[in-house]
């Protein structure tokens, strides 16, 4: 009998619950992706089935508002972490034009029409406006899942939604506090100053705290995970504390977050498998449940109010969308995909009906119509959204490079275990997005009577690269050699797997005058052309607030010039750390003009190169959590000079606490010897006794 009444509905037993909400979430996107319907309507869809107005299989629970509302503000947490900061922060007046543009049209048009047409009361014609000009960025995950996440559509659109939404809710807690007689001086003053301490905590005590989280629990990333969505819903709360929506908090807490999760990472891995697959769903599928399609046969006007706020709130929405491409040129696809992605209506405009409904000013009449619009919008958002953003992410990869040259192929020579997961991160983030090459963890073993056994002991070691680079999303591909000595396998590893670049980890230990790594290091750069980066790497890499690079002279006419380049920027839009170029005046202009022209953009500043002396002295401003990179030079090509040599020494003896790149440039198989290099004709730009 208690078996019969568990299967009773609506469902009430929480594990029955969780089990139908899973085969939702399962069942409902591969459903209608065959019949080319975007996942996220099928969500919505199966909400509007199983829900209270549908066949009332689920509740709307307090369980169901709960996981909805993390969800959603999942979603605004993933925008924020998810957007290039350098185009951001580029397009924040483009993003404050189009914020306004979406918030103005709207909210003008539709308190015109609701007060002279269909003559509401001019705080209820501007209340009902206002949900017009607030959207949900319900498409965002397949604007993600498309790659296209960093198109300036988007990132204005992201920017804009903040604008939108801080402005409707303004308007709703306006409003409310005329109804209620509460508007006076003193509630802007408290107003403003809640808002000030809140954004002044998320921005700045957060960051700081983060970055010493993960300085202190670098290897747990279950603990990682933890503490971020910790602060995330930390931040939620302090935004409803200073008066605005708790979406405000989760994307500032993306934005002050951004820099410290690389996009590469294990760690932003977890995070976006978590949301996208559990909690951005519920999210869906609690929208679903609010929409009641009975409202449509309610009467005419029922039909009528539901149709101008339909009608009304696509066209506003498209016209900004429209303004906005007119005013900074975008094509076509870009502004079909900002009406797509903020057409949308859902979370911020039911706080503003209900809240209108609760102090009277809004009609049920109204209220439901709120809930069609819920659903079309929803409905139209996705569908445009996947269309466009297919279109958009089709022409942006023909814009990569021809990807039948030879790819990019980094290798990693491991020996100390306890570098694996540094070095592995390290090459994940400098790995060329355009290419689908494996990383390359390398076990060299000495051919002698013993090397079997060895073999399987490097074997079992290196699974653990495997493990943590799997936890990244990353495709590792483990080879190990047997050869007569350790440089000897690495060199037959790079020809043998066409490798061009080298990661190495160093101990930071001079063994030798002559010599400057030791043996194995020195044999490699000696006997290839590859690009070779020599680490040590002491801080965790996503707590690193600046990389500064330092370059010799002549570095610019290298062959492998464009190469190293590309490394930095990568590195930096990894970290999210600013780049310092250390450079002369023409070296300088050249790298300044690549960065320029290149993609992704990077935060850049450019200084004079310090003198040999003053790097020594560390007079050059370098702080603890920056990041050294040296650009050296092999013996006999154009930008070498005796001065490199002894930087490795320098880093080692006095940079003890700074994690450090020294790179040595791809070459040209025929490298100058030092007599020949003395008739090129290259000169440095400063004495070796200055500089290096």
């Not at 076990?443 to 690269?465: P, Y």
């Amino acid at each position: 009998m208690t078996l019969l009444l568990k299967l009773v509905p609506p469902f009430e037993d929480p594990v029955l619950i969780f089990t139908m909400v899973l085969l939702i979430i399962l069942v409902a996107p591969i459903i209608l992706n065959k019949l080319r319907i975007p996942g996220i309507v099928g969500l919505i869809l199966a909400g509007v089935i199983v829900g209270p107005n549908g066949f009332n299989l689920l509740l709307r629970d307090a369980s169901i508002i709960l996981f909805g509302t993390v969800g959603l503000l999942y979603i605004m947490f993933l925008a924020g972490l998810e957007i290039d900061m350098i185009d951001f922060k580029k397009n924040r007046n483009r993003s404050l034009i189009f914020g306004a543009l979406t918030f103005l049209i709207p909210i003008t048009t539709g308190t015109l029409i609701f007060y002279y047409l269909m003559d509401y009361q001019l705080l209820s014609a501007i209340l009902l406006s206002s949900m017009f000009s607030s959207h949900t960025l319900i498409a965002y995950p397949i604007a993600s899942r498309l790659g296209i996440s960093k198109n300036e559509a988007v990132t204005v659109t992201i920017g804009g939604t903040i604008v939108t939404d801080t402005a409707v809710l303004l308007v709703l807690a306006v409003v409310a506090g005329s109804s209620q007689g509460d508007l006076d001086v003193w509630y802007w003053v408290k107003l403003a100053g809640s808002l000030a301490i809140f954004a002044g905590i998320v921005m700045f005590v957060f960051p700081r705290i983060a970055s010493w989280f993960f300085k202190q629990i670098e290897s747990e990333k279950g603990a990682q995970y933890i503490f971020v969505l910790t602060l995330v819903f930390a931040a939620a709360f302090l935004a409803e504390l200073a008066g605005v929506e708790a979406i405000i908090g989760a994307f500032l807490a993306g934005l002050a977050l951004n820099p410290l999760i690389p996009h590469t990472s294990a760690l932003m891995n977890r995070i976006e498998f978590v949301g996208n697959n559990i909690f951005i769903p519920f999210f869906l599928i609690n929208v679903g449940m609010i929409v009641d399609l009975s409202v449509l046969f309610r009467g005419p006007e029922a039909l009528i109010i539901a149709g101008v706020i339909v009608v009304v709130a696509l066209v506003t929405k498209f016209l900004a969308a429209w303004i906005t491409q007119k005013i900074f040129g975008y094509s076509g696809t870009q502004r079909n995909l900002i009406f797509g992605l903020s057409s949308a209506h859902a979370a911020a405009t039911l706080a503003v009906i209900l809240v209108g409904y609760n102090i009277g000013i809004i009609n049920e009449d109204a209220l439901n119509g709120t809930i069609v619009l819920i659903l079309v919008t929803c409905l139209v958002s996705s569908f445009v959204t996947e269309k466009v953003g297919k279109r958009l992410a089709i022409i942006e990869s023909r814009r990569k490079p021809n990807l039948s040259e030879k790819p990019d192929r980094i290798l990693v020579p491991i020996a100390n275990p306890q570098n694996i997961e540094n070095l592995i991160d390290l090459s994940v983030m400098l790995r060329n997005p355009d290419y689908h090459e494996p990383i390359y963890p390398l076990a060299v073993v000495l051919d002698n009577e013993h090397a079997e056994e060895e073999i399987f002991k490097k074997n079992k070691m290196l699974q653990e690269a495997i493990t943590h680079a799997s936890a990244t999303d990353n495709d590792v591909q483990l080879v190990s050699k047997i050869d007569i000595n350790i440089a000897s396998g690495i060199l037959r590893a790079i020809k043998e797997l066409m490798i061009t670049e080298v990661v190495l980890g160093w101990n930071a230990k001079i063994t030798t005058r002559d010599r400057i790594f030791g043996t194995i290091l020195d044999n490699l750069l000696e006997n290839t052309e590859q690009m070779i980066l020599v680490c040590k790497i002491m801080q965790p890499l996503n707590t690193t607030s600046r990389l500064v690079v330092i370059v010799p002279a002549n570095a610019e006419l290298e062959r492998g010039f464009l190469r190293w380049m590309r490394a930095v920027r990568l590195l930096s839009t990894q970290l999210g750390a600013k780049v310092v170029f250390m450079a002369g005046r023409r070296t300088n202009n050249q790298i300044k003009s690549t960065v320029k022209s290149s993609k992704p953009a990077i935060d850049a500043t450019y200084m004079p190169r310090p003198t040999m002396a003053e790097f020594e002295n560390n007079q050059t401003g370098i702080g603890k959590d920056d990041m050294v990179v040296v650009i050296s030079a092999r013996r006999g090509t154009v930008s070498y000079n005796g001065m490199l040599d002894n930087v490795p020494r320098v880093l080692s003896r006095n940079y003890k606490d700074n994690s450090f790149i020294i790179v040595y440039p791809e070459q040209h198989p025929n490298v100058y010897q030092d007599n020949q290099f003395k008739t090129t004709g290259y000169t440095n730009e400063t004495s070796e006794k200055e500089s290096f």
